[in-house]
């Protein structure tokens, strides 16, 4: 099975780099409409299929990056099917913005979560999870990950470690390496890609 990234116009280009580059086997593409989207970078991606064709049981799962369009209600359907791949026992991964969609869907108020800021997500009408909010880079609670927007790295790392990618050692010279420029954790990670 693969894993699935959303894409939407003005995605967040920097937010899933660090985890797509890592995840053997690639990713595809999921878009609302088969209509080519535009990165926050203005890179233009075409989406190899379309969110009414994605079914939870065929993915290991689905990474939804922040957009500026998360806000306005736009992405609903990516919050919905969210809440269908958790319902199904498939990991869900959202950052920035994506955590304020899945805040309205009412899908945090029962797990343990970050984001940018409390207050980012008290904004969202459906969130009633203030007391499970986490100050912390990331966030893993069963199947679901959450990150803010500054912690690309931190997201990566608790995908790679939910999907068992890496052996724990590695995931942590991971992100030692990445996150804090740490030398001795590159031949660690080396050895692993090896």
């Given amino acids: 099975m693969t894993v699935h990234l959303a894409v939407y116009d003005t995605v967040a280009d920097w937010e899933y780099g660090h985890a797509v580059a890592h995840l053997p086997g690639g990713v595809r593409t999921v878009g609302l409409t088969g209509d080519t989207v535009t990165t926050k970078g203005g890179l233009r991606i075409e989406p190899d299929m379309t969110l009414d064709g994605l079914r939870p049981l065929d993915s290991r799962l689905l990474i939804l990056p922040g957009a500026d369009s998360w806000t306005s209600g736009a992405l609903a359907d990516f919050a919905y099917t969210a809440r269908e791949f958790l319902h199904a026992g498939v990991p869900v991964a959202a950052i920035c913005g994506a955590v304020y969609g899945l805040a ?83 031949a660690i990670l080396a050895a692993a890609q090896a």
């Avoid at 009633?128 to 679901?144: C, H, M, P, Q, S």
């Fill in 104 to 186: 309205d869907e009412g899908l945090l108020d029962e797990r343990a979560h970050t984001s940018a800021a409390r207050e980012f997500l008290q904004a969202a009408n459906g969130y009633r999870g203030g007391d499970r909010y986490r100050d912390a880079d990331a966030v893993t609670d069963r199947d679901l990950i959450t990150a803010g927007p500054t912690e690309p790295v931190a997201f990566a790392r608790e995908i790679l470690s939910r999907l068992g990618v890496y052996e724990p050692p590695v995931v942590d010279a991971f992100y030692r390496l990445h996150q804090h420029s740490d030398p001795e954790a590159y």
